[in-house]
C-alpha cells in the first residue's frame, strides 16, 4: 500500500504560518543574540584590552602570593579568601578573588611588587560577565534564562519550517537557492537574503542552540535530573546552569549547589549556601602554604587562566580556558606535591560532547578561525532576521500583522506531526507550549459559532 505524499507532508500555507508566527516571536531575539554573542566571541581580546595596564606593571622581583591574598582580603570588609588566579606573565597584577558577606564576589587586583591594591571590582560587574548574562539571561537571572530557552526551543521550528519552504520545487539553476540573487529589485532581493542567508547559517544555528541548551534553567536541570536517575554519563559540574551566582563557579560549583561553610561561619550570612572559603586559615594556617602551591601551579604550564583554590586541608588547582578540552584539574598538596590530576579525557561521554560543543559555541575550539566562523555565522542572522523584517514590512496590511490566513484544508501531514512531537519530547518548554496551543484550538473552536 503507497501513501500519498500529501498526507506525509505539510502543506506549504501550514508551513508559511508556522514560520511566520514563530519568526515574529523568534527574529528579535536571534538579532539581540547575534549582536551579544558576537560582541562575548572576542571575550579574550576584550578583557585583555580592559585590563592592559594590570598586565604592564614593573617586574616582579619579590612575588609572595600569601601577601597578595592578605592584602586582598583585607580590602574587602569582612571579606573571605576564595581564589588565586595565577599571574600570566612577570609583569602582571596579581588577581585574587574574595567573597563578601551578601555572596557577591570581588576581584582584588595587587601589585606584587609593593603589595598594594590597585584596583577592586565586583566580578558580575565586569563586562564579559555583563554580555554573558545579557546573551543567556536578558539580565533576568532564571526567568531570563526560561525565555531565552523558549526562543532557542521556537527558533528550531523557524529553522526547519524555513528549510522545507526554501527546498527547491520545479526551479531551475542554483540563482535564489544556494546564491542570492542581488542584481533584481524589491521583493525577490530581499527574499533571496532571506531565505538563501537562512539556510546556509541555520546549520551553524542549530548548533549554537543546541551547544547552549545544557546552560539553561529548565533544560541543564532537566539532563542533571536524567544523569542522577540513570547513571553517571555526566558529571554535570564543568557548565552554568541558569543563573548561578559567580562565586559559586569561581569556587567550582557551578550547578548553584555549592559546599556550605561550618555553621559558625553560615551564622553571619543567614540563608545562604556560600563556596567553601578561607576566612582563618586552619590546619597549620594553610595560606602560609600558598607561596608554594604557585610554585608547582607555574610548573604545571596549564592554559590561562588558573584557578587556584582552597579545598578543605588541599589545593585545588585547575584551568578554566574557554577551549574546554584543554581544561586539566589538579589537586596539589600544602608542600606541592600533585596528587590528583584529571583531564577532559577522562570526564564523561555527555560532558566532553558539551564540552566541544561550548567552546565551539564561544569561538575557542581552534583558534582565530573560530572567532572568524561564528563572527560571519553572526553577522548572516542580522542579515536574515533584517531581510526578513524588510519582507514582512513590504507585505503586511496597515494595522495588521499580516499573518497567512488559515485555510479549512491545511495540513499537517505524518511527518509534520511526527517532527513536533519529537521536538516537543526533546525541548520541555516547546513541548508545554504546543499543548497549550492545541488546547486553545479546541476551545475556541468550540466558541466559534460556525
Same mark, same amino acid.
Given at each position: 500500500?503507497?501513501?500519498?505524499?500529501?498526507? =506525509?507532508?505539510?502543506?506549504?500555507?501550514?508551513?508559511?504560518?508556522?514560520?511566520? %508566527?514563530?519568526? &515574529? %516571536?523568534?527574529l528579535p531575539f536571534v538579532a539581540f543574540l547575534s549582536l551579544t554573542g558576537a560582541v562575548y566571541l572576542f571575550?579574550?581580546?576584550?578583557?585583555?584590552?580592559?585590563?592592559?595596564?594590570?598586565?604592564?606593571?614593573?617586574?616582579?622581583?619579590?612575588?609572595?602570593?600569601?601577601?597578595?591574598?592578605?592584602?586582598?582580603?583585607?580590602?574587602?570588609?569582612?571579606?573571605?579568601?576564595?581564589?588565586?588566579?595565577?599571574?600570566?606573565?612577570?609583569?602582571?597584577?596579581?588577581?585574587?578573588?574574595?567573597?563578601?558577606?551578601?555572596?557577591?564576589?570581588?576581584? @582584588?587586583?595587587?601589585?606584587?611588587?609593593?603589595?598594594?591594591?590597585?584596583?577592586?571590582?565586583?566580578?558580575?560587574?565586569?563586562?564579559?560577565?555583563?554580555?554573558?548574562?545579557?546573551?543567556?539571561?536578558?539580565?533576568?537571572?532564571?526567568?531570563?534564562?526560561?525565555?531565552?530557552?523558549?526562543?532557542?526551543?521556537?527558533?528550531?521550528? &523557524?529553522?526547519?519550517?524555513?528549510?522545507?519552504?526554501?527546498?527547491?520545487?520545479?526551479?531551475?539553476?542554483?540563482?535564489?537557492?544556494?546564491?542570492?540573487?542581488?542584481?533584481?529589485?524589491?521583493?525577490?532581493?530581499?527574499?533571496?537574503?532571506?531565505?538563501?542567508?537562512?539556510?546556509?547559517?541555520?546549520?551553524?544555528?542549530?548548533?549554537? &542552540?543546541? #551547544?547552549?541548551?545544557?546552560?539553561?534553567?529548565?533544560?541543564?536541570?532537566?539532563?542533571?535530573?536524567?544523569?542522577?536517575?540513570?547513571?553517571? =554519563?555526566? #558529571?554535570?559540574?564543568?557548565?552554568?546552569?541558569?543563573?548561578?551566582?559567580?562565586?559559586?563557579?569561581?569556587?567550582?560549583?557551578?550547578?548553584?549547589?555549592?559546599?556550605?561553610?561550618?555553621?559558625?561561619?553560615?551564622?553571619?550570612?543567614?540563608?545562604?549556601?556560600?563556596?567553601?572559603?578561607?576566612?582563618? %586559615?586552619?590546619?597549620?594556617? !594553610?595560606?602560609?602554604?600558598?607561596? *608554594?602551591?604557585?610554585?608547582?601551579?607555574?610548573?604545571? #604550564?596549564?592554559?590561562?587562566?588558573?584557578?587556584?583554590?582552597?579545598?578543605?586541608?588541599?589545593?585545588?588547582?585547575?584551568?578554566?580556558?574557554?577551549?574546554?578540552? !584543554?581544561?586539566? #584539574?589538579?589537586?596539589? *598538596?600544602?608542600?606541592?606535591? @600533585?596528587?590528583?590530576?584529571?583531564?577532559?579525557?577522562?570526564?564523561?561521554?555527555?560532558?566532553?560532547?558539551?564540552?566541544?560543543?561550548?567552546?565551539?559555541?564561544?569561538?575557542? =575550539?581552534?583558534?582565530?578561525?573560530?572567532?572568524?566562523?561564528?563572527?560571519?555565522?553572526?553577522?548572516?542572522?542580522?542579515?536574515?532576521?533584517?531581510?526578513?523584517?524588510?519582507?514582512?514590512?513590504?507585505?503586511?496590511?496597515?494595522?495588521?500583522?499580516?499573518?497567512?490566513?488559515?485555510?479549512?484544508?491545511?495540513?499537517?501531514?505524518?511527518?509534520?506531526?511526527?517532527?513536533?512531537?519529537?521536538?516537543?519530547?526533546?525541548?520541555?518548554?516547546?513541548?508545554?507550549?504546543?499543548? @497549550?496551543?492545541?488546547?486553545?484550538?479546541?476551545? %475556541?473552536?468550540?466558541?466559534?459559532?460556525?
Open positions: 500500500m503507497t501513501i500519498h505524499s500529501a498526507t =506525509l507532508w505539510p502543506d506549504r500555507r501550514t508551513l508559511w504560518r508556522w514560520h511566520f %508566527f514563530s519568526g &515574529l %516571536f523568534c571575550k579574550p581580546q576584550i578583557d585583555d584590552w580592559i585590563d592592559w595596564r594590570y598586565d604592564h606593571l614593573p617586574i616582579v622581583l619579590s612575588p609572595s602570593p600569601e601577601q597578595d591574598v592578605q592584602t586582598a582580603v583585607a580590602a574587602v570588609p569582612q571579606g573571605a579568601f576564595l581564589a588565586y588566579e595565577l599571574p600570566r606573565t612577570v609583569q602582571s597584577a596579581a588577581r585574587v578573588l574574595v567573597s563578601r558577606p551578601d555572596g557577591e564576589a570581588v576581584r @582584588v587586583y595587587v601589585n606584587r611588587n609593593t603589595h598594594t591594591v590597585v584596583k577592586t571590582v565586583l566580578e558580575e560587574s565586569r563586562f564579559e560577565r555583563l554580555v554573558f548574562r545579557l546573551h543567556g539571561q536578558l539580565l533576568l537571572g532564571n526567568v531570563g534564562s526560561v525565555i531565552m530557552e523558549m526562543v532557542a526551543s521556537w527558533t528550531i521550528v &523557524l529553522i526547519v519550517t524555513g528549510v522545507l519552504l526554501w527546498w527547491p520545487r520545479h526551479q531551475r539553476g542554483l540563482a535564489g537557492i544556494v546564491y542570492p540573487r542581488l542584481g533584481t529589485k524589491g521583493r525577490t532581493r530581499w527574499r533571496d537574503l532571506h531565505a538563501v542567508t537562512g539556510v546556509w547559517t541555520s546549520v551553524f544555528l542549530v548548533l549554537f &542552540l543546541v #551547544s547552549g541548551l545544557p546552560w539553561s534553567f529548565v533544560w541543564g536541570h532537566t539532563l542533571q535530573s536524567v544523569e542522577n536517575t540513570v547513571g553517571r =554519563l555526566t #558529571s554535570v559540574k564543568d557548565w552554568e546552569i541558569g543563573a548561578v551566582p559567580v562565586a559559586a563557579v569561581i569556587a567550582g560549583h557551578p550547578l548553584g549547589q555549592p559546599q556550605k561553610l561550618p555553621a559558625k561561619e553560615n551564622m553571619d550570612m543567614p540563608g545562604m549556601d556560600m563556596p567553601a572559603a578561607l576566612t582563618s %586559615f586552619p590546619k597549620g594556617d !594553610l595560606l602560609s602554604s600558598l607561596d *608554594t602551591v604557585v610554585k608547582t601551579a607555574s610548573a604545571l #604550564s596549564l592554559p590561562a587562566p588558573v584557578i587556584i583554590t582552597p579545598s578543605g586541608s588541599l589545593w585545588t588547582v585547575r584551568s578554566d580556558t574557554q577551549n574546554r578540552p !584543554l581544561r586539566e #584539574s589538579v589537586t596539589v *598538596t600544602p608542600d606541592g606535591h @600533585v596528587m590528583t590530576q584529571e583531564t577532559f579525557a577522562e570526564k564523561g561521554i555527555i560532558d566532553r560532547v558539551i564540552g566541544y560543543g561550548v567552546a565551539a559555541h564561544e569561538g575557542q =575550539l581552534f583558534g582565530k578561525m573560530n572567532q572568524a566562523i561564528n563572527l560571519l555565522v553572526a553577522v548572516g542572522l542580522l542579515m536574515m532576521s533584517c531581510a526578513a523584517t524588510v519582507l514582512w514590512l513590504k507585505r503586511k496590511p496597515a494595522g495588521s500583522l499580516g499573518p497567512p490566513p488559515a485555510l479549512p484544508s491545511q495540513k499537517y501531514g505524518m511527518v509534520g506531526m511526527t517532527t513536533l512531537v519529537i521536538l516537543g519530547l526533546l525541548l520541555p518548554e516547546l513541548g508545554a507550549a504546543l499543548l @497549550v496551543l492545541v488546547l486553545a484550538n479546541r476551545m %475556541f473552536a468550540r466558541l466559534d459559532p460556525t
